[in-house]
């Protein structure tokens, strides 16, 4: 079996041909070696709104490129982001990925809860009344009516607006471990692997006695693409894709 690898918070935007050409370069990479299973841990794209019969041209070569990897076997999951949470059948249909809100990824005797991260972040009510919101589907149904050039531009202004909703700048200082308020979802699990965060986090805490991890993939940046890889003897390690 290949290696399980994750990447996390790439936001793609449409015009930004530097990232797309690296993650199609990564892509190629592994395409060189033994299929594994690839964890892409949300906000893959900075905007994607799911259309059944419309899809951003600029996209294609990156969904081209997934397609490539689940066709020579490579497992793909994409675990849902606060700016991709609408994808769904469609982007399941092209490319061969299948696409969760939530995974348990069980690894070497251990239990991990893969999430984005973003419905951990604390108790901040305003952010979880907003994603109540957005992700109802009468919600949905409104944007879909809409032509796709104005939900473009809608969302964009939402997701920067949003930006301070989320108070990113802050939770960037902090660990996973406390940012999260809701430890008993980790109940039965080893630990919670997420994005979100942006920078790399690996702790071991004690919650009731037991040990649990916390792990923050790091955010695929165009000037540092970085991977994680959790390895057979369960540590967790990051690539450079640059530094090869
Ligand atoms: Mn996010």
Not at 157 to 164: A, E, H, M, Q, V
């Amino acid at each position: 079996m290949g290696r399980v690898l994750f990447i996390a918070d790439a936001h793609l935007t449409p015009g930004d041909e530097r990232t797309f050409k690296i993650f199609n370069r990564f892509v190629t990479e592994l395409l060189n070696e033994d299929a594994g299973q690839l964890f892409i841990m949300g906000d893959f794209f900075d905007f994607w709104f799911e259309y059944k019969n419309f899809i951003m041209s600029s996209y294609f070569s990156v969904l081209e490129s997934l397609r490539r990897l689940t066709n020579t076997g490579w497992k793909v999951n994409f675990i849902v982001g606060n700016h991709d949470f609408t994808v769904g059948d469609t982007l399941q249909k092209i490319t061969g990925m299948k696409i969760y809100t939530q995974y348990d990824l069980r690894h070497n005797n251990k239990l991990y809860r893969l999430e984005h991260g973003d419905l951990q972040m604390g108790n901040d009510f305003t952010y979880h009344l907003w994603c109540f919101v957005m992700r109802r589907k009468i919600t949905m149904c409104f944007w879909s009516l809409l032509p796709p050039l104005v939900v473009d531009w809608m969302i964009a202004l939402i997701i920067k607006l949003s930006r301070g909703v989320t108070k990113r700048g802050k939770l960037r200082e902090r660990t996973l471990y406390d940012v999260m308020k809701n430890y008993e979802c980790l109940n039965g699990y080893d630990g919670i692997i997420c994005g979100h965060l942006h920078d790399y986090q690996d702790f071991i805490k004690k919650i009731d006695g037991c040990d649990k991890r916390f792990s923050v993939i790091p955010a695929w940046y165009v000037d540092a693409p970085e991977y994680a890889e959790l390895l057979d003897n369960d540590s967790l390690i990051v690539h450079n894709l640059m530094e090869k």
